[in-house]
């Protein structure tokens, strides 16, 4: 059974840069696709990038000067980073499996940015 | 500002059938399959159409997915209130290289 679980701080500060890990189990982050997709409190998905099997990368036009994720293969885990962090980064942050049709999920972490 | 068009509200009474649109562009749903999320309060999405169509296992046959040109839609028939969710389209865009999601619309069971 294919399990994802994100970990990382709960509250960041303005102008910070936020880190989070995603853990797979069940699965090899050598195979597939595996993206972070984020939510701010009330609103809709919002895509921020992904990385797939070859290590190749492709981010959120809206984001991608802010973000970079890599991926451990020997720890199965890929990560987020998200520099410059502000108000509007408030958000619960989700580890995806897939290309659009995300058959995993992780049960997504709350990251709130104040200081 | 969504890539995918999704009107953000739609309702209907027990029993009834409502449909969610979904509206793009030929370099996403043109070209590409369509997937549909269901989202309860607090919870993670979870898939409940993919591939335009396909019902993962454990998913209602009430449910039931369709695409015509750069549209798509999810239909829900004999509504239930354990249906009220928000729910999102989500495809490839072959322009952006990567996947675009529509901003998701809130079903009220009346």
């Known amino acids: 059974q294919v399990q994802l679980q994100e970990s990382g701080p709960g509250l960041v500060k303005p102008s910070e840069t936020l880190s989070l890990t995603c853990t797979v189990s069940?699965?090899?982050?050598?195979?597939?696709?595996w993206n972070w997709i984020r939510q701010p409190p009330g609103k809709g998905l919002e895509w921020i990038g992904y990385?797939?099997?070859?290590?190749?990368?492709n981010y959120n036009p809206s984001l991608k000067s802010r973000v970079t994720i890599s991926v451990d293969t020997s720890k199965n885990q890929f990560s987020l980073n998200l520099n410059s962090m502000t108000a509007a980064d408030t958000a619960v942050y989700y580890c995806?499996?897939?290309?659009?049709?995300?058959?995993?999920w992780g049960q997504g972490t709350l990251v709130t940015v104040s200081s | 500002q969504s890539v995918l068009t999704q009107p953000p509200s739609a309702s209907g009474t027990p029993g009834q059938r409502v449909t969610i649109s979904c509206s793009g562009s030929n370099s996403n749903i043109g070209r590409n399959t369509v997937n549909w999320y269901q989202q309860l309060p607090g919870m993670a999405p979870k898939v409940f159409i993919h591939s335009d169509n396909q019902r993962p296992s454990g998913v209602p046959d009430r449910f039931s997915g369709s695409k015509s040109g750069t549209s798509a839609s999810l239909a829900i028939s004999g509504l239930q209130s354990g249906d009220e969710a928000d729910y999102y389209c989500a495809t490839w865009d072959d322009s952006l290289n990567g996947p675009v999601l529509g901003g998701g619309t809130k079903l009220t069971v009346l």
């Open positions: 995806a499996r897939g290309k659009s049709y995300f058959s995993y």
């Open positions: 069940g699965a090899s982050t050598s195979t597939y696709y």
């Open positions: 990385i797939y099997y070859s290590g190749g990368t």
